[in-house]
């Protein structure tokens, strides 16, 4: 039994070893310059960075330390090679304890298919420790045939360099169809679970889902622990020529603060896009509030407050507000979070499956007005 347990390790070590040199045979490709989706940045000092150079200093350090997270980001490229692998350098290399590495420092590798959609290919797991991680996304695919690709990075990273290896008679091309479609994104601002908290990889946040479902670009401005309705923000939010605008800040805010913050962040967005849809999402009802009276009524505490504001705005004559109930996100799904308030893919899916109508539906008016 032991002879075969050490002939099974010695074959393992063998095959670990020999994908460490297939990759190290690959020509690799900086993708700096190749389309990023999600940032409202395209010209930051930072790579892959969600916010521009400009604000820094203008916001709490919470908000920039926060917004150079790669959440939403997403690279896009085609290639024709059989051999597909990432490197990357992390900017942090954190860890957590309620949430898979892959989730929060790998990348997620999605492909064309030939009906349009997007469908997962592989996901690039980081480096036990450290920054730096290389990692092998396919091997023998059918060569002489172009891949378009949409490779999303980080969740609670960021991502400081990314190189995509391929084979050296293969090429590494910026994408030849736009999808997701580039222009008049989905802007969402919200919380540690909008960023993506505890997506088992970056494809499996909502905001991902919806990007690629609505086929959409969507802007990920999720700020763990950090959605305090910070009037920075919205004006950040209303630099974008968005489809639609998405306010999902509840589980950051006290009660106090959606009485007297939330009309003027609205506000903010309505004076520079007069006709925009804004969606004012409540707060999720998590399965905790099942056994903690004290949470059950924080929760309807919270939602009441925001629709007094959004009663009041709509009363002060906005015809372009919409109001997403907690009943829709979760679906009533116990199983849907990882902690009792962060979700799971499953809360995802769901969370993407109950918002989805309703965007499209706005982003369709939008674009045929």
């Known amino acids: ?71 939403g980001l997403a690279v896009r490229f085609r290639s024709d ?21 892959t989730g929060i420092r790998g990348l997620d590798l999605y492909v064309l298919q030939d009906d349009s959609t997007w469908t997962t290919m592989s996901s690039a797991r980081p480096a036990y420790r450290g920054k730096n991680n290389t990692c092998l996304l396919s091997t023998d695919m059918k060569p002489g045939v172009m891949r378009e690709y949409l ?33 008049k994104p989905v802007v969402m601002y919200g919380t540690s679970i909008l960023q993506g908290g505890c997506a088992t990889r970056p494809g499996m946040a909502h905001t991902n889902i919806l990007e690629r479902e609505l086929q959409r670009e969507v802007v990920n401005l999720g700020l763990s622990g950090n959605a305090r309705l910070d009037p920075e923000m919205a004006r ?47 707060s999720p009802i998590f399965p905790i509030a099942r056994f903690s009276m004290e949470v059950e009524a924080t929760l309807a505490a919270k939602n009441d407050a925001l629709r007094r504001a959004y009663d009041a705005l709509v009363a002060g004559g906005d015809r372009n507000l919409y109001y997403f109930e907690s009943t829709d996100i979760l679906g ?27 965007l499209q539906s706005l982003i369709s008016q939008q674009i045929t007005q």
């Open 151 to 183: 490779l999303y990075l980080s969740l609670y990273d960021g991502v400081d360099s990314l190189y995509i290896g391929v084979d050296s008679t293969s090429a590494v091309l910026p994408p030849a169809i736009d999808l997701p479609r580039r222009g």
């Open 236 to 282: 950040l939010m209303a630099s974008a020529d968005a489809s639609v605008f998405v306010v999902d800040a509840l589980p950051n805010c006290k009660v106090e603060q959606i009485d007297s913050l939330m009309i003027p962040f609205v506000e903010i967005l309505r004076k520079a896009h007069p006709t925009t849809p804004v969606v004012m999402v409540e």
């Open 81 to 101: 090679s059989p051999r597909l692998a990432a490197k990357w350098k992390s900017r942090n290399g954190f860890n957590m304890n309620h949430m898979t590495p």
């Open 1 to 71: 039994m032991i002879q075969r347990l050490l002939a099974a390790a010695v074959v393992a070590l063998a095959s670990i070893s020999a994908q460490g040199a297939v990759v190290d045979e690959l020509v690799y490709t900086d993708m700096q310059p190749y389309p990023l989706l999600g940032t409202l940045a395209p010209n930051a000092s930072i790579a892959y960075s969600r916010l521009p150079d400009s604000i820094q200093g203008t916001v709490r350090d919470e908000l920039w330390n926060l917004g150079i997270n790669s959440a």
């Open 332 to 358: 009533g799904d116990p199983e849907a979070t990882v902690d009792n308030y962060h979700f799971t893919d499953t809360g995802f899916a769901n969370f993407a499956r109950a918002m989805k109508p309703l």
